[in-house]
């Protein structure tokens, strides 16, 4: 039994680091157990039909960029799943995401393990932390930090769209497609190389109303297209804007005593 548990400890230790390979550096920690196999026999979707953005769409995508970034606190339910490329497998978590002026934390745990894996970018740094399954007695913690900006790291194309410069800094906008409830969604190209994105999607929901001639919709969607032909989606749901400025607490992490913790170099 106590081989088992070390043979246990070992894969988990090797499992994260595999995945920390696999995924963008703000996505650090893996996906947990919680994967499946693409199945081949699925029905692929119709493709939407990309058209070039007209004024007033661009328009209306600059004014959601303008509410994201300047709100005090964004809160949102969080659904995650993730096509790992090379392997062929969905993975999947969920749970909750604050965003703060620039600031984030992303809280999500994978539906049949509960393994929980915590982003918190704050000011300065970022930390990226897997908690082990339950089940998996003596497992460490598996924790990747780093500074926020630094010459050797790329930004990620998760958190280049939600920064507090805002999404066009980081990315132009190639097409548009219509959902059939008035949604749209937003095809972005990264402008430059430090951009650790192929591409992305950033989709809206239906006019909710205006406010002050500001067209009101639902954030929907993030999808992000990695190097590595890795899918990420990012579902949003019960999304709420307010003016007041998240507690700075909630974007300090202090890695617990059983953590195995990798420093990304300045």
Request: positive net charge; charged residues 25%.
């Amino acid at each position: 039994m106590a081989s088992n548990r070390v043979l246990s400890r070992k894969f988990w230790t090797l499992f994260v680091l595999a995945a920390f390979a696999l995924v963008s550096p703000a996505f650090a920690g893996g996906e947990g157990d919680s994967a499946k196999s693409k199945d081949s026999s699925k029905k692929v979707d119709a493709l939407p039909k990309i058209a070039t953005a007209t004024k007033e769409q661009i328009g209306i995508l600059e004014q959601f960029q303008a509410r994201l970034t300047g709100a005090g606190q964004v809160k949102a339910e969080l659904k995650r799943k993730t096509v790992i490329g090379l392997l062929g497998q969905e993975k999947l978590a969920a749970g909750d995401l604050l965003l703060s002026k620039g600031r984030v934390r992303m809280d999500l745990k994978t539906p049949e393990t509960g393994e929980r894996h915590l982003l918190v970018v704050g000011p300065k740094a970022f930390w990226a932390a897997t908690y082990p399954p339950s089940d998996l007695e003596g497992a460490l913690v598996q924790v990747v930090t780093g500074p926020v900006k630094s010459k050797k790291t790329a930004s990620a194309g998760f958190l280049a769209i939600l920064g507090k410069d805002g999404f066009l800094k980081s990315f132009s906008v190639s097409g548009v497609s219509l959902d059939n409830d008035g949604g749209i969604r937003y095809y972005l190209q990264p402008k430059a190389d430090w951009v650790e994105a192929k591409r992305a999607l950033l989709a809206l929901g239906p006019e909710l109303g205006k406010s002050k001639k500001t067209s009101v919709r639902d954030f929907r969607e993030i999808k992000i297209w990695d190097f590595q032909d890795n899918e990420t989606q990012f579902t949003l749901g019960d999304v709420k804007f307010s003016k007041e400025e998240a507690q700075a607490g909630k974007f300090d992490f202090k890695p617990p005593k059983n953590a195995d913790i990798m420093t990304v170099p300045q």
